[in-house]
Every structure is written in C-alpha cells, then in structure tokens.
C-alpha cells in the first residue's frame, strides 16, 4: 500500500485529480500510521500485545476491503479516509507485532527473521500487486484485483492470531494493581 497506492490512484487513473491533490490524499496512509503507532503504545502497555495486533490486523483488513470498490466518483477526501484507516491498522499492529516476535522466540534469531520477513513482505507484496495490476492491462479495475493479495494477508495475520496461545501471556496476579503489562511464561 505505501508503496503502490500513488501509482494506483494516478496512473491507474482512480482519482480524476491532478497530481497534487492524488500527493495529499496519499499523505493520509502515513497519517493513520503515525496515528495507529502513537495508539499501539499506549494500548500495549495496558492491554498486551496480542490484542492490539489483532485489532490492527482487522482494521487493516477493514480499509482494504473499503478501498477495494474505489471508483473515480469518489472524492479526494474519501479515499483519504479509507487509506487513513489502512494506515491505523498497519500502525497499530507493527510494534505490538514485533513486541510478540522478540519477546517469544529463541534469543538471537527473532531480530534477523523480522527484518527478514519484513523486506520480503515490501518486495514480494508490491511485486504480486504490480504484476495483477499489470495483467489487467493498468486498467482501473485492475487496482482491486491487485489489493485483493494485500487484504488476504491481513485477513489471515487476523485470523492466525486470534486462537493462537502464546508462551507469554498475562497474569493479572502476578501483576501490581495499575502496572502496565509485562509478558510471563505460561505454566501451559
């Protein structure tokens, strides 16, 4: 999304506005990012990773399924919306994501297949968009064939999470009254 969304909305000729308004109107993603990572602090703190990342990962999901219709009629302002809510979602599960990562696995490995995993999502998934988008010719409705791979993602990375049971999990016993959250190992 970060990557593809100016092409998408000006190349591929969803926005019928000049270049400028398209610019300001992807400014919304980072917008929501910056806002869902400002949010994920405070939350993870109070509530602990995994829920957070599976409301991002849903609200994630939520936006590209809402830009997945986009239309040409649409306003500026619309489209802003719906990238703003991509972009709280992918904000609000990024840290608490991480925060599961490092804090479950073995130590010295999770900080490499992080970054790992990360770069391979920014290539891989921007190359699979570009490459439906162009064999749909560039074409406009070639833009929801192309966020379809995207949604799937955060459909699963939401789906995945929810039953998972973690080695950390939060013990409110163990806990003071009021202490922001600390992860424990599980005896389960």
Do not use: C, D, K
């Not at 999901?61 to 703003?84: D, F, M, N, Y």
């Not at 064999?135 to 459909?155: K, N, Y």
């Amino acid at each position: 999304m970060i990557v593809l969304s100016p092409f998408f909305l000006f190349q591929g000729q969803v926005m019928q506005a000049p270049l400028p308004l398209v610019g300001l109107t992807v400014i919304a993603l980072p917008a929501g990012l910056i806002a869902g990572a400002t949010l994920a602090t405070r939350l993870t703190a109070r509530i602990g990773p995994r829920p957070v990342t599976v409301t991002g990962a849903v609200l994630t999901a939520l936006g590209l399924a809402l830009l997945l219709p986009i239309s040409p009629t649409w306003p500026a302002a619309e489209v802003a919306l719906r990238l703003a809510v991509v972009g709280a979602g992918m904000g609000l599960s990024a840290a608490p994501a991480h925060s599961m990562i490092m804090t479950g696995a073995a130590p010295g490995r999770p900080a490499a297949h992080l970054q790992f995993a990360r770069n391979l999502g920014y290539v891989l998934g921007a190359t699979l968009a570009a490459t439906l988008w162009a064999a749909e010719g560039f074409a406009r409705a070639g833009v929801a064939t192309a966020l379809l791979p995207a949604l799937a993602a955060a459909a699963v990375a939401a789906l995945s999470l929810i039953p998972y049971r973690s080695m950390t999990t939060r013990r409110p016993s163990l806990q003071r009254p009021g202490a922001p959250w600390t992860p424990t190992r599980s005896r389960v």
